[in-house]
């Protein structure tokens, strides 16, 4: 089960840091907006980066390590797109796109995680 929600979480998460990628440079180049576009391309990108190391992990505590850091740079891109639709720098469209992508990407993560850390723990 693990593998299947690995790849799929594999394949989404690169996705996702395409739309970022984009985003960002929509940010900067039509929004002049440099600060938080840099920080969501960061946080954006580095999820599907962190899912990618974990295939490769050392043991699987290092495994969930990799995908709990994973967690938290989805969690904290989340943040960056709230933040960048309440301040208006993407409208509603964007925002209703972007927002249930990031969403699923946590409750991928946060089942990989549990599920992980559960079986470690048996």
């Known amino acids: 089960m693990e593998n299947v929600k690995k790849n799929i979480v594999k394949d ?8 970022i990628i984009k ?13 938080i ?3 969501v391309l960061r946080s954006g990108t580095s ?9 490769h992990a050392q043991s699987k505590a290092d495994f969930i390590h990799k995908m709990s850091i994973a967690l938290k740079e989805a969690n904290e891109t ?11 720098e993407i409208g509603k469209e964007a925002y ?10 946590i409750k991928l993560l946060v089942s990989i995680v549990k599920s992980s850390k559960k079986i470690n723990n048996s």
């Not at 209703?96 to 990407?105: D, G, K, R, V």
């Open 12 to 19: 989404k998460s690169f996705c996702f840091a395409l739309r």
């Open 23 to 35: 985003l960002s440079k929509f940010l900067q180049k039509d929004k002049k907006e440099f600060v």
């Open 37 to 39: 576009s840099k920080q």
């Open 47 to 55: 999820v599907g980066a962190l899912i990618r190391e974990a295939e």
């Open 78 to 88: 989340d943040y960056w797109i709230e933040l960048l639709y309440q301040s208006e």
């Open 96 to 105: 209703q796109s972007l927002h249930p992508q990031i969403q699923e990407l």
